[in-house]
């Protein structure tokens, strides 16, 4: 019964988050400087990611709980063109902050792999100091654990991004 409920609250919260990430995806304009596609289909209009960017592309989810209410999910938008997109999703007033940056992978073709995440700005304009974070995949590589971020903003419980679509 546990297990039956477990996957149901994993089911909904998925689709929860692509809902969030499609309707936002919709919407969201790009910064002034940052160059930030629109949407999902442009992923799928692309003829083929650099091999070292194509293992990690997709849309990945996080949770962070620092009480009832400040807990917060994130959505990590890896793009096959080295942008990212970060959505925030305040769950207790359901606000959403959409954040837009760059990504590489380094060490790609092993083993090793690590993803550096760089947050560059908001729609209203370039962060004076990009946020970085520094991830490292795991579990086959359907998750993404952060090996360095900034603990103000996303806590000290740990980050990790679970992999739930477009790969």
Do not use: K
Request: charged fraction near 20%.
């Amino acid at each position: 019964m546990r297990v039956e409920i477990s996957r149901l609250l994993r089911t909904v919260y998925t689709l929860g988050a692509l809902a969030v990430l499609l309707s936002a995806c919709a919407t969201a304009p790009a910064p002034s400087g940052l160059h930030a596609p629109s949407g999902l289909q442009e992923l799928s209009g692309l003829s083929e990611p650099p091999p070292e960017l194509e293992r990690f592309t997709g849309v990945y989810a996080a949770r962070v709980a620092e009480g009832l209410q400040s807990e917060r999910r994130l959505l990590l938008i890896l793009r096959p063109n080295a942008t990212l997109q970060l959505q925030t999703e305040y769950l207790y007033d359901r606000q959403t902050i959409t954040e837009y940056g760059e990504w590489e992978v380094r060490d790609a073709d092993t083993a090793e792999a690590v993803i550096h995440v760089a947050v560059l700005g908001r729609t209203d304009g370039a962060y004076e100091t990009p946020v970085y974070i520094t991830l490292v995949p795991e579990a086959e590589e359907t998750t993404l654990r952060a090996l360095t971020y900034n603990e103000q903003r996303y806590g000290t419980e740990g980050l990790l991004f679970e992999w739930i679509g477009y790969r």
